[in-house]
């Protein structure tokens, strides 16, 4: 399988201080990565690094997307190559509902005026494959949302949108069993009909048997320290961290 992004080397810094030490990572097309560790092992900041956040600095190393050279790239012209980073703390935009955020945005994407009669046809059918109610789309995006509705919300965009790779930081956060199925649901829908690639950060047990994981990348203090198949994601949460952060370091399997 091809290879849509490829991360070689990276180093970032943040307000001087190096948050990521030389990390080294593939994600082929199509496959469903998952990306684990410790708080503050710098998961986030992987992310937000990919997406090209002007709040980090890459100071060494390259990320290719698709074979192109994307390290020197700003984050809109990312964007317009199909990356996508779901936030862990997603945003309130008063004054711009739901339908219109995602429509400027798909208008933005494609250079193309979409006729309000289409998008509403499109939205409504992703939306019924998130279970969220039709009056959402009318309301200011996020504003007043609950944690699992602004989750759907988030979902409801990779579903509109179609990115090609989609970076999803701990999009399950505050979701109760039933929002998980959901997301979950909305997340193979994404897989399925768009065929799209994911980087997914969680810990989350439900979501990660739901999916079907290729690969498991593990990150301490800024550094891959273990890379797996799709079983090491959940020894990871059998065994603990500290099992594979502990004298394992330079040991990858398969
Ligand atoms: P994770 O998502 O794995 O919990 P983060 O990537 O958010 O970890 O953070 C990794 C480390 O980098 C933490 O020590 C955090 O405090 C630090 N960090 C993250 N963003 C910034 C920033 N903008 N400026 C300074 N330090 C940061
Ligand atoms: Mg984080």
């Known amino acids: 399988m091809s290879e849509l992004l490829k991360i070689e080397g990276l180093t970032v810094t943040a307000e001087d201080k190096e948050l990521l030490h030389g990390i080294d990572l593939s994600v082929g097309e199509g496959e469903t990565h998952v990306l684990m560790g410790h708080n503050g092992a710098g998961k986030s900041t992987l992310g937000c690094a990919v997406m090209g956040s002007p709040e980090y600095s890459v100071t060494g190393g390259k990320i290719y997307f698709g074979g192109e050279d994307i390290t020197e790239e700003t984050a809109d012209k990312r964007a317009g190559r199909g990356i996508f980073l779901s936030f862990q703390n997603p945003v309130e935009i008063p004054g711009i509902t739901l339908s219109e955020f995602l429509r ?15 998008h509403k046809k499109n939205l409504s059918a992703a939306m019924s494959v998130l279970e969220m109610d039709s009056s959402y789309a009318d309301r200011d995006l996020n504003v007043g949302f609950s944690g699992g509705e602004k989750k759907k919300a988030e979902i409801l965009q990779l579903l509109m949108l179609k990115p090609r ?81 502990g004298g394992v370091n330079d040991e990858k399997e398969n």
């Open 104 to 118: 400027n945005a798909l208008e933005q994407q494609t250079g193309k005026r979409i006729k309000l009669f289409e």
């Open 165 to 245: 790779l989609a970076i999803l930081d701990e999009t399950d956060s505050g979701l109760d069993v039933d929002a998980v199925r959901t997301v979950s649901k909305g997340i193979e829908e994404y897989r399925k009909s768009v065929g799209g690639t994911l980087l997914i950060i969680t810990h989350n047990a439900k979501i990660l048997e739901e999916l079907k994981v290729d690969r498991t990348h593990i990150l301490s203090e800024g550094k891959v320290i273990r890379e797996g198949d799709g079983q090491l994601a959940f020894d990871v949460l059998a065994n603990g961290f500290e099992k594979y952060i």
